[in-house]
């Protein structure tokens, strides 16, 4: 089992700048890759961002040259910097993690509203 716990969200002006965190534990050896999600109501869930086990990134085109995803080397940290912050990036982000033999881990999620 692997626990997520995303902290940051909150209400930001356009144009703004938010910095999500998601705190790792439990079953962490065999997790290769960890990522952001984001879903509105009547939406299915997408990616946001993801990060493997070389620290490669992968974005969704949507959010390319704005948010920049992170983690440190034992796992137990990912981040994600939102910069230029528009109103359809509001969402409940996702803290994500997936481990060797397909098992998924999903945090509570965290609301970012960006409006003015």
């Known amino acids: 089992q692997v626990q997520l716990v995303e902290t940051g969200g909150g209400l930001v002006q356009p144009g703004g700048s938010l910095r999500l965190s998601c705190a790792a534990s439990?079953?962490?050896?065999?997790?290769?890759?960890m990522g952001w999600f984001r879903q509105v109501p009547g939406r299915g869930r997408e990616l946001v961002a993801r990060i493997d086990l070389s620290m490669n990134p992968t974005y969704a085109d949507s959010v390319k040259g704005r948010f920049t995803i992170s983690r440190d080397n034992a796992k137990t940290n990912v981040w994600l910097q939102m910069t230029s912050l528009k109103p359809e990036d509001t969402a409940v982000y996702y803290c994500?993690?997936?481990?060797?033999?397909?098992?998924?881990?999903w945090g509570q999620g965290t609301q970012v509203t960006v409006s003015s």
């Open positions: 994500n993690s997936v481990s060797y033999g397909a098992r998924e881990y």
């Open positions: 439990g079953r962490l050896f065999d997790v290769y890759s």
